[in-house]
């Protein structure tokens, strides 16, 4: 245990507490904290640091730099007045906080192999164990079914595949698959073959899994037969059959089987019963099977018929509810929902209807709802031990947080759900692709310091090769849609991306994710300068105000700030995109239920509209209300926005010093230093001005316009001749000509 200023810091419970707060931080960014604590006062190179704690991977210099703006929003640390993490220019980090070292009551025995050994083992080994120890951890606090999972058998269970010739029973195999992975749950801890699809099953048993399952599907004289194989390690296959004259044994029979050959438990197995009715049960989960492969839309068909062969399947009905409201149809999937009654209250369908139920009313924006729901779905997944499940409901409390602006809670949530999905011996950075591809973050100024991305591109590409070659569109789809939303792939690949997933959700008749897509390539070209382009991806929108008010708020705010982008993009103001986004933008702020956040990006917008016209006294107002509620929610990087957006205003007003001590000791973004250097050469100091930008140069290589290097140019001319041509405000890149602070590169 560490103890530095208000913080302590648990390394092996990756836990930082300060005040009444705790927060268990991501396991990157536990490593590099860890790190710091381990050398105080020690200047620590980039080069060093990532060699030890990033030794694989393209994008390293990323994903640290990324870990470091994380644990300083974390600590509330400035870099350019530092508490604990100080940056040393062009060198590396040193962290400056004084730092006491306090043994748990279960290392006393061990100091001396601690004061020698910790900082290799824990930087060794805490990835390894950080998702188990966390998992204990939040059994504590939140989710007591982790630590058991921890000492259960592992189970892969494989595609069944069918090889009857009849592509119509697809979809039995399929379900086959999938109730049993739900029913093994009590006695196995099942890993997901997306995980490890590009490995042969044989090499999971080596290395992954204690237990694998795999089917075959055949048809023999009129019969279907089951041909099953089981592998445990070190032991002999154990192969089976079951045998069906039709295929109209409830599923749920020969998964009870099946169960109890692979646990060796001989008491009846809960699953899904569905229905009596034949045809109703095989409607539903042809249904189930079309969902995954083909969409949404193409699913809604079966769960109709299997409702029409009994109206008491609430499994077809409530899979019915949960599609009506993704393809436009809210007010008939709340009808659905409100039909559904007298479920058993501890069991698989009652943790799904709440769940479904509250992703409904999160979409409606009714936040009590949500809340009523969650209640009953956790509550239910730790009695029944479903950690799926139970990840499934952190996940929607995370997107609640969110939402709600509480960023304790929607961290907590996300990490609970990282957790729960690792312990199945997933990698951390599968758990956050399943996290990221159930709910991909909103477009927005603020980036997400959750997810790594860099794990995150390399799971998301495996993901597309598996579901392409699976057929299973839409969960090809939202891979895709994940991909175009990494900024570290290549603008060609992103794009590409998101139209595969635009298409793919037009022909599954996914309304929902169309709309969701068809925001985010809007943001996404405003980013580029292409408000025409976004204004038309935006006009493809399908919305209702009533089904859901935050969607349509989202889409004006763009609208407006393409707009803007068309009548600030050239040299002259564009006058009518010019009057089209400011009255935007008023009519935004004039909204009494607008969020604090979006009424915080409209008065940044509205600022630099402003600005644009020289209006520096209303443009400062403007701001200054910005950054108060920036500064309130913690949001970092919008932060930055408005103090280069200041910045920029003193120095058009000529006061030079104001926007150098608004500057700080380093820069952290491009433009504070563009402003900064052109404050010091209007005052005289044309060296320091030169030596900031010849360092900004190397901090944002990346990020290097021809313009800044034509600014730095003049003042090498003024240090060099002592004199030179007068620099202009022109010869600055204005605050609004960059949307985002993010690592793409505008190629």
């Not at 092996?12 to 050398?39: G, M």
Request: charged letters at 15%; one cysteine or more.
């Amino acid at each position: 245990m560490y103890q530095f200023k208000q913080f302590q810091f648990n390394p092996q419970l990756e836990t930082l507490k300060w005040d009444d707060q705790s927060r268990i931080l991501r396991p990157k960014v536990a490593q590099l904290l860890a790190f710091f604590l381990a050398n105080p006062n020690q200047l620590l190179t980039r080069e060093h640091l990532l060699s030890s704690l990033w030794l694989h991977g393209e994008y390293r210099d990323a994903a640290l730099t990324q870990s470091i703006q994380e644990l300083r929003k974390i600590l509330c640390d400035n870099a350019q007045q530092p508490e604990f993490i100080k940056t040393v220019p062009q060198k590396g980090y040193m962290w400056v906080a004084p730092v006491k070292s306090v043994l748990l009551p279960a290392e006393q025995n061990n100091t001396k192999f601690w004061k020698i050994k910790y900082s290799l083992l824990v930087l060794g080994f805490i990835s390894v164990i950080g998702i188990a120890i966390g998992s204990v951890y939040y059994t504590k606090q939140q989710a007591p079914i982790a630590s058991s999972e921890q000492q259960l058998p592992r189970l892969l269970v494989a595609s069944v595949e069918n090889l009857t010739g009849q592509t119509q029973l697809d979809w039995w195999g399929y379900a086959l698959q999938q109730q049993l992975k739900q029913a093994a749950h009590p006695y196995f801890s099942v890993l997901d073959e997306v995980s490890f699809s590009d490995q042969s099953l044989l090499d999971v048993m080596r290395h992954n899994a204690d237990i694998g399952f795999s089917a075959k599907l055949t048809q023999q004289q009129q019969r279907y037969v089951l041909h099953y194989q089981i592998n445990r390690r070190e032991q002999p296959p154990q192969k089976g059959q079951l045998i069906s004259e039709d295929l109209h044994t409830p599923i749920n029979e020969i998964v009870n089987q099946l169960v109890a050959i692979l646990s060796g438990h001989t008491e009846s197995v809960w699953t899904e019963s569905v229905s009596d009715v034949r045809q109703s049960r095989q409607n539903y989960l042809a249904g189930l099977h079309a969902l995954t492969y083909q969409g949404v839309g193409a699913a809604l068909p079966y769960f109709k018929a299997a409702l029409a062969h009994d109206e008491n399947n609430h499994a077809a009905q409530l899979e019915l509810a949960n599609g009506l409201w993704k393809v436009g149809s809210w007010q008939a999937a709340l009808a659905h929902f409100e039909n559904i009654d007298n479920l058993e209250p501890n069991s698989y369908l009652f943790i799904r209807y709440h769940l479904y139920l509250g992703r409904y009313w999160l979409y409606r924006g009714d936040f009590a709802q949500v809340e009523v729901s969650l209640k009953h779905a956790m509550a239910t997944a730790q009695a029944l031990n479903h950690q799926r499940l139970l990840a499934r409901s952190y996940q929607l409390q995370a997107d609640l947080g969110w939402l709600q602006l509480n960023w304790q809670k929607h961290s907590k949530a996300m990490h609970s759900a990282k957790v729960l999905l690792g312990a199945g011996a997933f990698s951390n950075s599968e758990s956050q692709r399943a996290f990221y591809l159930a709910n991909p973050p909103q477009a927005g100024l603020e980036q997400s310091a959750e997810l790594d991305m860099v794990d995150n591109l390399k799971v998301v590409t495996k993901a597309i090769t598996y579901y392409h070659q699976q057929g299973q569109q839409a969960s090809l789809m939202l891979s895709y849609f994940a991909l175009g939303q990494n900024y570290l792939a290549t603008l060609s690949v992103r794009e590409d991306a998101l139209a595969q997933a635009l298409d793919m959700a037009i022909q599954q008749n996914n309304q929902y994710i169309k709309n969701s897509i068809l925001l985010y390539m809007a943001f996404y070209a405003i980013q580029l300068h292409q408000g025409e382009r976004a204004l038309a991806y935006l006009a493809r929108l399908s919305l209702d105000e009533q089904a859901n008010a935050q969607l349509l708020v989202q889409q004006q705010f763009l609208n407006a700030m393409a707009n803007m982008d068309i009548a600030l993009s050239s040299t002259m103001v564009e006058q009518e995109a010019w009057h089209r986004a400011t009255t935007a933008f008023e009519l935004l702020l004039l909204r009494s239920q607008l969020d604090p956040i979006t009424r915080a990006n409209t008065q940044l917008m509205l600022a630099w509209l402003l600005i644009a016209k020289q209006d520096y006294a209303r443009a400062l107002k403007l701001i200054t209300a910005a950054r108060l509620a920036y500064k309130q929610y913690e949001l970092t990087d919008s932060r930055a926005f408005t103090r280069y957006t200041q910045m920029y205003i003193q120095v058009a007003q000529s006061n030079y010093l104001h926007a150098i001590a608004m500057m700080g000791v380093e820069p952290e973004q491009k433009l504070e230093a563009l402003y900064g250097s052109y404050a010091y050469a209007q005052l005289g100091q044309t060296d320091k001005a030169f030596t900031l930008l010849r360092n900004t140069k190397r901090q944002f290589s990346r990020q290097w316009q021809p313009q800044d290097e034509a600014l730095a140019d003049k003042i090498a001319i003024r240090l060099n001749n002592g004199g030179g041509r007068s620099l202009t405000l022109a010869q600055l890149p204005p605050p609004y000509s960059v949307y985002c602070q993010s690592e793409w590169v505008l190629e």
